[in-house]
């Protein structure tokens, strides 16, 4: 066994995977509210990434002001988006609603290459150091920095959930709308508040993935990357979420591993998540945490 190669990719795994987690939360988060799977999650990273690329290469911005302006700018395009597009939906069938969130994706990818172009364009360089040794691995410092950042996220879910009053009533109305607006809950100023913070919590593995990749229209695609980690952890449960990040960057560096050392398939390491998923949904339909559904007659 090549440990030389396995045990970076062990940490590889985990560190993107906490990213995977992040991303996933904010699916959970818009579906907790709305009960809607929103399709256009991967253009929330691409957006953001654009955006902070854009300050930091025509304003010049040092890295630390461009990327908090694009948390910024991302969570008042969160609400906009809600408020304009998804607001007037209320009431309408649940697939309507995805359908739009599909139309949204699409206007998005579509509207970034007419403005930045379809070739990937690097980020300046952000880090002085290329890659800093941790454990006798060489690291790069955008992804230390994700890393820390992603715990923080997961664990301000976690309480901002449990002991904050907006994350009470984002629970309530999650659970039951009308029950939680005859209470005195603005369940539309919930559904914006969850869009705003997936909008902004979204950019910020884009900027991670732009900064060491380069952004392109490719990046879009790690939203449907992390779907599977959604499913897997259950849609409604943020625990799921953190869990389902972690094996699907786990499993993806795995079947990396495996196929360059045995199996010589090719890029086994991007479908392996989804054959996880098929076996997952195959014993437990509604996820690892995810709530079951039981209809009484």
């Not at 694009?70 to 209320?90: D, K, N, S, W």
């Not at 884009?206 to 849609?235: D, E, H, M, R, T």
Request: glycine fraction near 10%; aromatic fraction near 12%; charged fraction near 5%.
């Amino acid at each position: 066994m090549n440990t030389q190669l396995l045990v970076p990719l062990l940490v590889n795994g985990i560190i993107i995977g906490t990213l995977y987690g992040v991303v996933a939360m904010c699916f959970v988060l818009i579906y907790k509210a709305s009960q809607i799977v929103n399709f256009a999650q991967g253009e929330f990273l691409l957006v953001g990434a654009w955006i902070c690329w854009f300050l930091l290469t025509e304003f010049n911005l040092p890295f630390i002001p461009g990327f908090i302006l694009t948390l910024v700018f991302m969570m008042a395009f969160g609400v906009a988006l809600q408020v304009v597009v998804l607001r007037p939906m209320i009431g309408e069938p649940i697939i309507a609603v995805i359908m739009v969130t599909i139309g949204l994706s699409i206007f998005f990818q579509a509207l970034m290459k007419y403005l930045f172009g379809v070739f990937v364009k690097p980020f300046p360089q952000v880090f002085e150091t290329a890659s800093v040794a941790v454990l006798g691995l060489s690291v790069q410092p955008i992804y230390l920095l994700s890393l820390v950042i992603s715990v923080l996220i997961m664990g301000g879910f976690a309480y901002f959930y449990q002991a904050t009053r907006l994350g009470l009533a984002m629970r309530a109305t999650a659970f039951d709308q009308q029950a939680a607006q005859s209470l005195g809950i603005s369940v539309r100023q919930m559904f914006a508040i969850s869009w705003a913070i997936s909008a902004m919590v979204s950019s910020l593995a884009g900027v991670v993935v732009g900064v060491v990749n380069g952004v392109s229209s490719q990046l879009s695609f790690f939203g449907i990357k992390v779907f599977p980690a959604v499913i897997l952890g259950g849609l409604d449960s943020i625990v799921g979420a953190v869990v389902g990040g972690l094996v699907v960057g786990l499993v993806e560096n795995l079947a990396e591993y495996v196929d360059s050392q045995w199996l010589h398939w090719g890029a086994l390491y991007i479908v392996a998540p989804f054959y996880v998923l098929v076996l997952i949904l195959m014993v437990r339909p509604h996820g690892l945490f995810g709530t079951e559904d039981i209809e009484r007659i």
